[in-house]
Structures are given as structure tokens and as C-alpha cells.
């Protein structure tokens, strides 16, 4: 499939079917791409969290607003959480990653690689508010992938940004790991009788939102 053909048909499914599950290699490869998904100075400050047991299922529940009930049907939900604070260690376990991964080989200046990228990160940090927009727009970056990746796998998805996010936090004692939920997405597989996958898709013309100069 061409990217625009899978960016015509991926759509958000209102319906799903519960009897038809993920495949362990869909999910796999879903996650492997929210992995690999791009951020700022290869922040990556997400964790993704992939609820399918009943029990994960039965603990979000409360924290899902009403119009969003209906997709509590998909046997998957990924939740994304963002870090509220990194801190230094973050930072130096980053490097440490980059170098051990081989990003540096044949870097020859005294100054450490990441050194501009220390003294933003130490700027960021000094603004909590700031910071918590910073790392959610990198982890809706993550979900853009996604949202296509799924569609590339045959896999149906409905982002949820319906959910109270505050007591979802609570819930899963977010708070306490200095972390904080943005964001969810329902995965599955449409229901037969889902009206939303007949409805044609309606955007802005180009020209309202593309100007070339
Ligand atoms: C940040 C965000 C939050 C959304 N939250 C919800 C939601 O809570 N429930 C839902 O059914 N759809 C939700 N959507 C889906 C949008 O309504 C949908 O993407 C939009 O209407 C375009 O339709 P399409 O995805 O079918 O092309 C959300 C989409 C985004 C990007």
C-alpha cells in the first residue's frame, strides 16, 4: 500500500469487535515503532504503557469519559505518559546510550557531544510547564507513527484524548514516577456494523493549509 492510500483509509474506529485480538507480531512491530519514533535531541522522555488484561482494562475504566466508552471495546490501549522531570542522570544515562550505541565513533573535539544539549536540557528543566509541552510534543510525535504504522498492519486504532488524565495518573500512580498520562490509543479491529468506517474523510482543501513559497 502507498502511503497516501494508508493515509486515505486509516480513519478512527468508533466500533470495535471484541472477539478479534492484536496478532503478538502487530503489537510487537507497533511498539518497536513507538521505540524508534524521532523526538528533540533524541529525548525520547515517553513511556508507553500497553493495557490488555482485564485488570488494566477494569482499572482505566473510571478515568474514561462517557463518549469514549464504547471503544473501551479494543482488546489493546497503549498509554503515553510523559516524564515531568529528567534531572541530570537522565541525561548522562542518555550519552551513555548514544556512545554505547556508537553515535560518537570518530568524535574528536574535547567538548562532549551532548554539551549544547546539557545546557538546554538544564534550561527546560527550570520550567516544569515548559517542559511537560516540550516532552508531550514529542510524544505525540510517537503517536502520529503509530497511528499510521496500524494502518500498515491492517490494525484499527481510535487516539483517546477523552479521558480524565488527572485521575488516570492516580490511578496508575503516575505522580510518583514523575510521570504524567497525555494521551491513549484504542487498537483492534472494527466492528461490522462501525458507521465511521464508511464516512468519507473530510480535511481542509490544500490550499487552506499548504502555502508554498
Ligand atoms: C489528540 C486527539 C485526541 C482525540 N481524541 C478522541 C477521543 O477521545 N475519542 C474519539 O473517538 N476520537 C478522538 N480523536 C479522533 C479525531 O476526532 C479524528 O482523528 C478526527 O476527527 C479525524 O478523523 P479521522 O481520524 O477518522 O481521519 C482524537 C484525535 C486526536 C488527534
Known amino acids: 500500500m502507498d502511503i497516501l492510500s494508508i493515509m486515505r483509509s486509516r480513519y478512527t474506529t468508533k466500533h470495535y469487535d471484541p472477539s478479534k485480538p492484536v496478532s503478538e507480531e502487530a503489537l510487537q512491530t507497533m ?68 556512545d554505547a550505541d556508537g553515535r560518537f565513533a570518530g568524535w574528536t573535539s574535547p567538548e562532549r557531544p551532548d554539551a549544547i544539549r546539557m ?24 503517536l502520529g507513527c503509530l497511528t499510521v504504522a496500524a494502518e500498515t498492519l491492517g490494525v484499527d486504532s481510535t487516539i483517546l484524548g477523552g479521558l480524565d488524565f488527572d485521575q488516570v495518573d492516580e490511578i496508575f500512580g503516575f505522580g510518583a514516577k514523575n510521570e504524567r498520562s497525555i494521551v491513549a490509543i ?28
Open 31 to 98: 511498539l518497536e515503532v513507538l521505540r524508534l519514533s524521532p523526538s528533540s535531541v533524541n529525548s525520547q522522555p515517553w513511556h508507553f504503557y500497553v493495557i490488555e488484561s482485564a485488570e488494566a482494562k477494569a482499572k482505566l475504566m473510571p478515568a474514561v469519559k462517557d463518549f469514549n466508552i464504547e471503544r473501551m471495546k479494543a482488546p489493546v490501549f497503549i498509554l503515553f505518559t510523559v516524564s515531568t522531570k529528567l534531572g541530570p542522570q537522565y541525561w548522562e544515562a542518555l550519552y551513555q546510550q548514544e
Open 186 to 213: 484504542a487498537l483492534g479491529h472494527r466492528a461490522k456494523d462501525d458507521a465511521n468506517a464508511q464516512r468519507p474523510k473530510s480535511r481542509w482543501p490544500a490550499e487552506r493549509v499548504i502555502t508554498r513559497l
Open 119 to 142: 545546557m538546554a536540557a538544564e534550561r527546560l528543566e527550570a520550567d516544569p510547564a515548559e517542559l511537560f509541552l516540550y516532552n508531550s510534543n514529542q510524544a505525540y510525535l510517537a
